[in-house]
């Protein structure tokens, strides 16, 4: 039995100096090294292969899971996405120069403005699916409802420190989280202040990096503005494609300005800690294509008969002219 349990060391003893060898050359060198360095070597080679196992097949914050597939973000948003020249060049240009920063000097923050059906929450989960190998489902992908989060307004500083400790929290597990707020029109007035020292320039805030994070925001505020803008443009004869943002952003900010509405905080727009990202009124030909495209990937087949009689039960404003669809691609 002595015999037998011997031999089991010494195949033991061998495996290991054979795997630590692998691992650390001096073993090679030595191979009667002191047993228990070897099987300190040997554990620590496990927990390696431990560690690339379980980033293969279980999500974690690594390149193999968040890919950041640029090529293919901007592929998509061109095909499509109908009718916004503003949004598709703004959206691509912003988390390019992001994603391809090293350091980036502060988080980047994405307000998406426009009425209902314009593409916004559209966008938002483009952009997921294409950072994120598990695109929405990504647990690195927070989706933050402000109608259901946080709907008592009496109730605002317990709703302000939730959010700071779920931001704090997720951000120290994964730098390079994506938050989209939707409905931010509806946050109680003081939320934003939650937000904003995590957006600004800090190197680091209590020992965590904020700035490798994206915040993206959907909101309603402006929408009217922009639509109107979109019609009066339209009205004169001019090609919708030579909209400027410039212009458009102005109105965004004038809105919010007016009202003091969820994201009017003087430090956020004199310091350009937001990128203001309007979405235009879809208009019947952009309706169209969000139709046929709708269909062929639900596998229908697409006849100009078909679509015109959805598209014939869809409401339109003016009456007069029928341009731009009320509910956008919904």
């Not at 949004?87 to 390019?96: E, F, K, P, R, S």
Request: contains cysteine; charged residues 20%; hydrophobic residues 40%.
């Amino acid at each position: 039995m002595n015999i037998v349990i011997m031999q089991g060391q010494t195949l033991l003893a061998a495996t290991c100096i054979v795997v630590a060898c692998s691992v650390h050359s001096a073993v090679c060198a030595n191979p009667f090294a002191d047993f228990f360095e070897v099987i300190q070597l040997t554990a620590d080679y496990a927990e390696i292969c431990y560690d690339s196992v379980r980033t293969y097949f279980a999500e974690t914050c690594h390149d193999r899971w968040i890919h950041n597939n640029l090529t293919g973000l901007s592929n998509h948003l061109n095909k499509k996405l109908f009718g916004q020249h503003l949004a598709l060049d703004a959206v691509t240009n912003h988390i390019q120069r992001h994603i391809q920063s090293a350091e980036p000097a502060r988080a980047l923050v994405l307000s998406f403005h426009g009425s209902i059906g314009t593409g916004k929450s559209y966008v938002s989960r483009i952009v997921a699916e294409h950072l994120y190998r598990k695109g929405m489902e990504s647990q690195f992908v927070h989706l933050i409802s402000m109608a259901s989060e946080f709907p008592l307004e009496e109730k605002v500083q317990d709703f302000k420190d939730q959010l700071r400790a779920y931001i704090e929290s997720t951000i120290a597990d994964c730098p390079r989280s994506l938050f989209i707020f939707d409905e931010m029109n509806k946050m109680p007035p003081g939320i934003i202040d939650t937000i904003r020292p995590y957006l600004e320039s800090y190197n680091k805030l209590r020992g965590v990096n904020y700035r490798r994070a994206i915040y993206i925001f959907l909101s309603n505020t402006a929408g009217n503005g922009i639509a109107e803008y979109a019609y009066q443009h339209w009205w004169k004869g001019y090609p919708r494609e030579d909209i400027k943002l410039a212009d458009v952003r102005e109105i965004i900010i004038r809105t919010a300005i007016s009202t003091k509405n969820e994201l009017w905080h003087g430090e956020l727009m004199d310091r350009r800690l937001i990128e203001f990202i309007p979405f235009l009124p879809l208009e019947k030909s952009h309706v169209m294509k969000c139709v046929k495209d709708n269909m062929a990937t639900s596998g229908h087949k697409v006849t100009d008969e078909k679509v015109e009689s959805i598209v014939k039960a869809i409401s339109f404003w003016p009456k007069s002219e029928q341009v731009f669809a009320v509910f956008g691609c919904k």
